[in-house]
């Protein structure tokens, strides 16, 4: 396969990757709707740069030293599992807190902080860097040239950032702002306990070889 058309279609299975629903996607939603359009945005902008951190790796092949290494591997879905299951509390414990927006209202969240919980959301699950490294243990060729390196990044980024950009933009209108704030404590519970059933499944499957 042309190393052209091997790399449109890694980008093309990432997008669907992306696209498809997990803790990314919940959080993202949950602070567009909960926080500010800002904050979405600062979030989907984490999953990006958490994107290219695993494009990085998966580029360094470190996919087959995950494979290799069985314990790391384990330890990593631990250490994410846990990792959610503890996001999943901290929502849960703020969904009875009221939350005031008005129309002039540009943010109430912050969107710094926003973004490392996009970002270390991002890098907290460990069958997102499996996923990334089997795609381009696949696909991308042994010994791609040289501008390989240099376009799958940026174009990954473009990806991540850019589908979850979509996803904060729909989710921070006026219309999904106000049925979040009347059914504010229900709807965090039901994102808290979607991330805490993520993270349970990471830890309780651990032992399991495969993606």
């Known amino acids: 396969m042309p190393a052209s058309t091997a790399v449109l279609t890694i980008l093309a299975a990432l997008l669907l990757g992306a696209m498809s629903p997990g803790p990314s996607f919940v959080i993202v939603a949950r602070n567009a709707i909960g926080l500010s359009r800002g904050d979405g945005l600062a979030t989907a902008l984490g999953m990006g740069i958490g994107g290219v951190f695993f494009s990085g790796i998966a580029l360094l092949g470190l996919y087959t030293l995950l494979a290799t290494v069985a314990w790391l591997y384990v330890g990593l879905k631990i250490a994410g599992g846990v990792y959610l299951v503890y996001l999943a509390s901290k929502i ?4 009875a807190k009221p939350l005031a927006f008005d129309a002039t209202q540009s943010g109430a969240g912050n969107p710094r902080k926003s973004f490392w919980i996009g970002l270390s959301t991002q890098l907290s699950n460990p069958k997102t860097a499996v996923y990334y490294g089997s795609i381009f243990a696949a696909l991308l060729p042994q010994h791609p040239p040289v501008w390989c390196y240099f376009a799958l990044p ?23 702002r106000e049925i979040y704030l009347r059914w504010k404590a229900w709807i965090d519970r039901i994102a808290a306990s979607a991330v805490t059933a993520l993270g349970l499944r990471l830890i309780l499957n651990a032992h399991k070889v495969g993606i």
């Not at 849960?92 to 969904?95: C, D, E, F, V």
């Not at 174009?155 to 999904?176: D, K, M, N, Q």
Request: aromatic content about 18%; charged content about 15%.
């Open 92 to 95: 849960w414990r703020g969904a």
């Open 154 to 176: 940026p174009a990954i980024f473009a990806i991540e950032a850019g589908w979850y950009t979509i996803v904060a933009l729909c989710f921070s209108s006026r219309r999904p």
